[in-house]
């Protein structure tokens, strides 16, 4: 059996996970049954890559995979009055990035988390420049989730299962063109993580 079939086979086994159930419980009632079968798949891909980077599943990919879009169906009022009760300052994220920042509070505000897995929350939307691989590995999980359609992702998917850096970086190219294709503002956050990612030459991560 080849290493990376192996990974995928040990990911799968996150959802039997003692933190792994009670969090995936914690959230299936801010979800639809289509968001909370995305956070299940973003919570395997995420296992994979890092089984397939460390050999291990730390708590904070648990934590970060499941927790990252609790607020996603939260509606507008609801994310801002929540937004406001934190805010220190005048910012307010943009409509897409929002519920990714309420999250991250709401994470911190009901379970003992690190500063790591509320910034891959903050930036699951976004990434950023200088990313920790936490942050990249939820990143790319949530656009490699096996239940998210849409053109380039089969591509996208078979890229970041035979390197890693490879797939993040195409990731990084396909959430500007989405932002394209969508009208929207780049993220600056985006585009800094972006042109952060290919200015370095060299992958970070080892070779399998
Ligand atoms: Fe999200
Ligand atoms: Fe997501």
């Not at 959802?15 to 159930?21: E, F, G, H, R, V």
């Not at 973003?42 to 990919?61: K, M, R």
């Not at 993220?187 to 200015?199: C, H």
Request: charged share 25%.
């Amino acid at each position: 059996m080849d290493f990376t079939k192996l990974c995928s086979e040990r990911a799968r086994h996150i959802t039997k996970n003692k933190l792994a159930i009670d969090l995936l419980e914690h959230v299936k009632c801010y979800l639809n049954q289509e968001k909370y079968e995305h956070t299940v798949g973003t919570l395997i891909e995420a296992a994979h890559y890092s089984e397939a980077l460390f050999a291990q599943i730390p708590e904070d990919i648990v934590f970060a995979a499941c927790l990252h879009d609790v607020a996603k169906q939260w509606n507008r009022e609801e994310l801002i009055d929540y937004w406001k009760r934190d805010l220190i300052g005048n910012f307010i994220p943009n409509e897409h990035q929002l519920h990714a920042y309420v999250g991250a509070i709401y994470a911190v505000n009901t379970f003992v988390i690190n500063e790591d897995v509320f910034r891959a929350i903050t930036y699951h939307t976004s990434c950023r420049a200088q990313a920790s691989i936490l942050e990249q590995i939820i990143y790319l999980a949530d656009w490699t989730d096996k239940n998210r359609k849409g053109r380039d992702i089969g591509h996208l998917r078979a890229v970041a299962k035979a390197d890693f850096f490879k797939g993040f970086k195409l990731s990084l190219d396909m959430g500007i063109k989405e932002c394209i294709d969508k009208g929207r503002i780049i993220y600056p956050d985006l585009y800094n993580a972006r042109k952060y990612y290919f200015e370095m030459d060299t992958n970070p991560y080892p070779e399998k």
